[in-house]
């Protein structure tokens, strides 16, 4: 499966964008999705998770109450809605596909999509 995340760009603090993650190649029901982030000199890290069947959402505390992750799966899409922006949210973004938990270690990628907040 190859993954193709959009949506990002510049935002003024307090707004909000939509990210995209398109898959081609394979049906993403067969996989677990996530998002992660990558700031300038920090480590990758994990924001949101869903699972194959939308019903098992989880956030990492900083995306609790702002983010939501969600998926079609009759698009063979995954999305993240991001609102209330923060500068502190500034990063490429990644989606990723496992078929089993997704996190780090996950071997499926698509390439970022930058998101930059303005105070």
């Known amino acids: 499966v190859q993954l193709q995340a959009s949506g990002g760009g510049l935002v003024q603090a307090g707004g909000s964008l939509r990210l995209s993650c398109a898959a081609s190649g394979r049906d993403l029901r067969s996989f677990n999705m996530g998002w992660f982030r990558q700031a300038p000199g920090k480590e990758r890290e994990f924001v949101a998770r869903?699972?194959?069947?939308?019903?098992?959402?989880y956030y990492a505390d900083s995306a609790k109450g702002r983010f939501t992750i969600s998926r079609d799966n009759a698009k063979n899409a995954v999305y993240l809605q991001m609102n209330s922006l923060k500068p502190e949210d500034t990063a490429a973004y990644y989606c990723?596909?496992?078929?089993?938990?997704?996190?780090?270690?996950?071997?499926?990628w698509g390439q970022g999509t930058q998101v930059t907040v303005s105070s």
């Open positions: 869903i699972s194959w069947n939308g019903y098992s959402i």
């Open positions: 990723a596909a496992d078929p089993l938990l997704v996190t780090i270690g996950s071997s499926l």
